[in-house]
C-alpha cells in the first residue's frame, strides 16, 4: 500500500515549456487535490476533484490544468510554465468520513518544480 | 485579515518544555479543524483532528474556542523529535466543500 505517490520529483523547466505532474492513490480515494507551497505561504489549493471525471478550480488555478480520467490519478498540467510557478507541488487525496462529517487528507512526497 | 492566521516562529523550546500554540480562524461558519505536522522538505502529515470537546493523543492536547475564533495544539514534555512546523487547517464552510485553508505553519525547536 503506497498511499500517495507524486512523478516526478524533481523538475526544472525554461519558461515556456510545458510539463505534466502526475498524482496516483492506491487508497480508493473519493476526493483528490493539487496544492502547492512557497516560502512565507500556506499550502494553496490549485484544483481538486471529488471523483473520476470531476475537476473543480481551487484558490490559485490560473495558468494550470487537471484531469481525472481514472479514479486513482489526477494530473496537473503546466501548459506554458513561467517563473511564478517555481514552487513545491503536493498532491492529496482523501475520502468523507460520513459519521463526523470531515475528512483526512493524505499527501503525497511532494515535486520541486523550478522554471528558469 | 488572512481566514487562517499563526506565529511563524520559531519557538525554541528545551527538551522536555510544555509548549502551546494558537490558530486564529475569520470565519465563524467554520466546521472542520486539524493539526497536521510537516518537516523539513516533507508532506504535511495529520497529527489531530480538532473537536468541540477538546481531543488528547498522548503528549498532544488539541482544543477549539469557537467563542474566540482559535484552535490551540498544547504538547507537553517536548520531544527532539517533535522540531517541526506545525499547520492549522479549517474547512471554513459546512459540508459539500473541500477547500481546506492551511495556515502558514508555526516552527517548533526543541533542544537539546
Known amino acids: 500500500n503506497a498511499g500517495v505517490t507524486q512523478t516526478p520529483k524533481f523538475r526544472v523547466l525554461k519558461t515556456g515549456q510545458s510539463m505534466t505532474l502526475l498524482c496516483a492513490q492506491d487508497?480508493?480515494?473519493?476526493?483528490m487535490y493539487w496544492y502547492r507551497q512557497d516560502p512565507g505561504m500556506g499550502l494553496r489549493l490549485i484544483h481538486y476533484s471529488v471523483g473520476e471525471g470531476t475537476t473543480a478550480k481551487g484558490e490559485v488555478p490560473d495558468g494550470y490544468n487537471v484531469s481525472r480520467l481514472k479514479k486513482q490519478n489526477f494530473l496537473l498540467g503546466l501548459e506554458s510554465a513561467a517563473p511564478s510557478q517555481t514552487s513545491v507541488y503536493f498532491c492529496?487525496?482523501?475520502?468523507?468520513?460520513?459519521?463526523?462529517?470531515?475528512?483526512?487528507?493524505?499527501f503525497g512526497p511532494g515535486t520541486r518544480l523550478t522554471v528558469l | 485579515r488572512k481566514e487562517v492566521e499563526q506565529d511563524p516562529g520559531p519557538f525554541n523550546v528545551p527538551e522536555g518544555a510544555t509548549v502551546a500554540f494558537n490558530c486564529t480562524y475569520s470565519n465563524s461558519a467554520s466546521q472542520s479543524f486539524f493539526w497536521y505536522r510537516q518537516d523539513c522538505r516533507k508532506e504535511p502529515k495529520l497529527l489531530m483532528s480538532?473537536?468541540?470537546s477538546g481531543n488528547e493523543d498522548g503528549r498532544f492536547t488539541a482544543q477549539l474556542n469557537r467563542a474566540s475564533q482559535y484552535i490551540s495544539l498544547l504538547i507537553r514534555d517536548s520531544k527532539l523529535s517533535d522540531s517541526a512546523t506545525y499547520l492549522c487547517v479549517v474547512n471554513p464552510t459546512t459540508s459539500g466543500t473541500y477547500k481546506y485553508i492551511f495556515g502558514t505553519g508555526t516552527r517548533l525547536k526543541v533542544l537539546a
Open positions: 480538532v473537536y468541540s
Open positions: 487508497m480508493n480515494h473519493e476526493y
Open positions: 492529496a487525496s482523501s475520502n468523507r468520513n460520513r459519521v463526523v462529517r470531515t475528512d483526512t487528507q493524505y
